[in-house]
């Protein structure tokens, strides 16, 4: 039985965590929140299940947890490339990227994906570039058509060549994006380790959360598991 948006929003309010909610309040946003965290979100989203009319309803919420549900619930085969464009504008300067474009993301499983990310990492559009890298770092796991070792290679030049006049959360999810493609093979693991190297420290500032740390890429890339896994 397909759930409705008056009874989403009951399953989130009976969720709500006060301490999430507090920590929500302590900078001015546009949204309100119920202060629950992603990992619940994301099972609240699998309890609901896909549903692409529940979806678009949740994201006209101005609760950033029904949003991010939204997100989640939403029918990659129903989403279109012009529905993205209008909610890519509407991530609240960028604070509901993550779950827009990552996290198992329902855009990255559209047929659509990999071409919009391309479209968006070379926009002139902060967001947007935020978000094609984080689409890359999802597509990494996946094989779309175009989506080569040599496309990587040249993503790969690029995120070394220009991360550091990058804006800071572009620079963060360039990080994650270099981190997925140097997974992919050891080819692709060679460049991506030179890359880092080359990098080095990556400025972002995660202001008063202690728990954020900028991406140790090397590490991840250097790890006993994926040199077992590609054999390097």
Known sequence: MAMTKTQVMALLKENQNERGIAHWKKK???LKSFGIGLTQLRKL??????????A????KSNYYDAKSVGLLVDDPKQVTREQAEEQVEQLDGGYLAHVFASCDATL????FAFDLACEWMNSEDEVRRRCGYTLLYELSKKNPRGMDDDFLLERIDHIQNSI?????WVRESMLTALMGVGK???????????AAKTIGPVDIDYGDDNSCEPLDVLKHLTSDYIR?????
């Open 108 to 111: 990255a499983k559209t047929p």
């Open 184 to 194: 992919r093979n050891k080819k692709l693991n060679k460049a991506a380790i030179r």
């Open 228 to 232: 077992q896994k590609l054999g390097v």
């Open 45 to 54: 989203a699998k309890k609901i299940g896909k549903d692409h009319q529940l």
């Open 28 to 30: 001015p946003r546009q």
């Open 164 to 168: 550091h006049d990058e804006e800071m």
């Open 56 to 59: 678009g309803q949740l994201w």
